[in-house]
Nanobody, 114 residues
Framework: VQLVESGGGLVQPGGSLRLSCAASGSLSGVVTLGWVRQVPGKEREYVASIFWEGGQTDYDNSVKGRFTISADKANNAISLQMNSLRPEDTAIYYC????????YGRGTQVTVAS
């Protein structure tokens, strides 16, 4: 599985962004697709995930109610709609697949600042 993210950028606090992740290759072994984020110098942290077959979603408490993850199975893609963004959401966001091991994309920068 190969993952390519898009949609990052600069947004003011309270604003919205939508991230997308295009998956290619064989998805037959994929259990979940989701997002993690990382601030330089800090550990990578979980954001959200979706079960590829069943569609169940899960969120970290820090984003619950503000972020929504969705899947587009026809196009082998997922999206993360991020609303009510806060400065502490600033990070590099990586698309993540749990398949036969963990797979990550290259990441996309999200910056929340006035």
């Amino acid at each position: 599985v190969q993952l390519v993210e898009s949609g990052g950028g600069l947004v003011q606090p309270g604003g919205s962004l939508r991230l997308s992740c295009a998956a290619s290759g064989s998805l037959s072994g994929v259990v979940t697709l989701g997002w993690v984020r990382q601030v330089p110098g800090k550990e990578r942290e979980y954001v959200a995930s979706i079960f590829w077959e069943g569609g169940q979603t899960d969120y970290d408490n820090s984003v619950k109610g503000r972020f929504t993850i969705s899947a587009d199975k026809a196009n082998n893609a997922i999206s993360l709609q991020m609303n009510s963004l806060r400065p502490e959401d600033t990070a590099i966001y990586y698309c993540h697949a749990v398949a036969y091991g963990n797979v990550y994309g290259r990441g996309t920068q999200v910056t929340v600042a006035s």
